[in-house]
């Protein structure tokens, strides 16, 4: 056998043997399941306890210590937390953890509050917090543990719920934990007479964007079915004394999801762990098995046909959890694109309404953020991988290159590029991955060799490892997921084979005994503060690489 068939069969068995670790996952209804255990963390336990010390700190108190014996028993041995259990301490998780600990029994947790409070102390506490977002919430968990005077306390200005428009460009996800903790502000926090005055008159509108949400979900309990937004909003409502239903409901659904061991999860990600498991599959031979008709027929079922008026959004959307989820531009223009791309033509209404939908969501200025247009939160856009993203979905379901909506984007792209040639994600650590999706979008509107997309490929090859793989672009070990995305687009852009050669092969080495690959927490839960691991899509990007790779060495 020759070397080239020999390293074609490696590549061949390292597809297959991927690809059955994520087949493995898939469950009967087409959902790629991979555990609540993956997304058990600080700061929904946090929440939680937080909520239900103010909601119901008697008729809970199990759960309350249980969560509390969770915290304690996960803080690592430097006294501080992360986002899940058994990485490096981050700030965020951290401040939040101690000062829920502090709250809800801070003589039991005295010792655990008083590590925590010193590995903030050597990290350069609060406000060292490179993310505003993560301060302010910070912030309100330290003042309502006593640490920080209520004036201290950032104020969420709830007058602006008399403008809706503008209240949700300003919070845009944000907005139900926004609104409850500042109308906790207006009974707990010193107000001039303006202030409360305007108050009173937000008040009943900062309460129908809470309950138009909760009332999405089905009135179950949750938010985002996310403890630590649950927690937040539960926190708000129970201190201003409002929406005692909605209080009720909360802890109701907080105690049916407590896990065993004392611990709550974030938000499910059916929606995401599926659509990345079936974009890699589908890029890697297997557009025409039929097992990924289920996860097709489910994806269908998942669509909204409901506007999701707190974030005034109309139908047509996906979100990353179930049928009830917030909705997401990035995961409906992914669903889109898997859809779009698998055979059939019974998903077509379901592709034209979610490129409606994506439509409207675009920017005045060209760029997709997270689902409110032109909003102004750091954490939710707008963002440059979003927004290639979005245009690859376009593409995906027929939209011409010479489109408006495209040409738009495009232009937008090249004005959002970073000095080095780098591009920004929301949602993924650092530069890697945000700047190997604008080089593919580039790249399949036939904009490369020059400008930024030139940039953006000049950048991508210098941020290698010395060892072939593909960490943050600044340093960080290698990981499959952006090994795999910076892979993807340089086969796309056309050049740099040694680069692509060798982001193979360590890829190749990288599998581990399952066939599958390590999962590394590379997703942004918030920007630079805390992360989260997403084994389908490890697997998946993993896979959309070299299956890439052997169709063009073909």
């Known amino acids: ?174 907005l139900p934990m926004a609104s409850a903790l500042g109308l906790a502000q207006t009974r707990h926090r010193p107000l001039t007479r303006l202030q409360r005055m305007l108050a009173r008159r937000a008040e009943p509108r900062a309460m129908l964007g809470i309950r138009q949400a909760f009332e999405h979900e089905g009135s179950a309990g949750s938010w985002s079915e996310d403890a630590w937004v649950t927690g937040l909003v539960c926190v708000g409502l129970a201190r201003a004394g409002l929406g005692q239903d909605m209080v009720d409901a909360a802890v109701g659904w907080l105690r049916r999801t407590m896990h065993p061991d004392g611990s709550w999860t974030t938000t499910p990600l059916d929606g995401a762990w599926t659509m990345y498991a079936v974009r890699g599959l589908i890029e890697a031979g297997y557009r025409d098995d039929p097992r990924l008709a289920v996860s097709r027929d489910l994806f269908v079922r998942l669509q909204q046909h409901r506007p999701f008026l707190a974030f005034g959004c109309p139908p047509g959307f996906w979100g ?137 490929q000049e950048w991508l090859v210098r941020a290698r490892n010395p060892d072939g793989s593909w960490g943050d672009g600044h340093g960080a070990p290698g990981s499959a997921e952006e090994t795999g995305w910076a892979v993807s687009a340089l086969l796309t852009a056309g050049k740099d084979s040694v680069a692509v050669i060798d982001g193979v092969h360590w890829l190749l080495d990288a599998r581990t005994t399952g066939g599958g690959w390590t999962p590394q927490p590379v997703h942004e839960y918030v920007r630079r503060v805390s992360r989260y691991a997403n084994p389908a899509f490890t697997q998946g990007m993993a896979l959309r690489a070299l299956g890439r790779y052997l169709e063009v060495t073909r």
């Not at 490129?355 to 409110?372: A, E």
């Open 1 to 174: 056998m020759s070397s080239v068939q020999s390293a074609k069969g490696k590549l061949s068995t390292a597809i297959a043997e991927g690809a059955e670790e994520l087949w493995r996952a898939q469950r009967p209804d087409g959902v790629f399941d991979y555990g609540a255990s993956t997304l058990r963390s600080t700061l929904a336990t946090a929440g939680a306890i937080t909520a239900l010390h103010f909601a119901d700190p008697g008729g809970a108190a199990d759960l309350i210590e249980a969560g509390a014996e969770r915290l304690r028993r996960v803080q690592n041995d430097d006294g501080g937390w992360s986002m899940v259990p058994g990485q490096d301490s981050e700030p965020g998780p951290t401040a939040v953890a101690a000062a829920a600990l502090h709250l809800v029994g801070p003589v039991g947790n005295a010792a655990a509050v008083a590590a925590g409070r010193e590995w903030m102390a050597g990290y350069g506490g609060l406000e060292a917090i490179p993310h505003p977002e993560v301060l302010l919430w910070c912030r309100q968990f330290y003042g309502i543990a006593g640490w920080l005077d209520q004036r201290e306390m950032r104020r969420f200005p709830l007058e602006l719920a008399l403008l809706p428009g503008l209240y949700r460009r300003l919070f845009d996800l944000r």
């Open 320 to 456: 990353w959890s179930g049928p009830n989820g917030w909705p997401a531009v990035l995961e409906t223009g992914e669903v889109v694109s898997v859809l779009a791309r698998l055979p059939g033509d019974a998903q077509a209404d379901a592709v034209r309404k979610g490129v409606t939908w994506l439509s409207g969501r675009q920017d005045s200025r060209g760029s997709w953020s997270l689902c409110v247009r032109n909003t102004k939160v750091v954490n939710s856009g707008p963002c440059p991988m979003t927004t290639a993203q979005a245009v690859g979905a376009l593409l995906d379901a027929g939209v011409p290159v010479t489109d408006r909506r495209i040409h738009h984007a495009l232009h937008w792209l090249g004005t959002a590029q970073l000095p080095d040639g780098s591009y920004e994600s929301v949602w993924y650590r650092e530069h890697t991955m945000g700047t190997a999706a604008v080089l593919e979008t580039f790249a399949r509107c036939g904009r490369t060799g020059s400008g930024p997309a030139a940039r953006a």
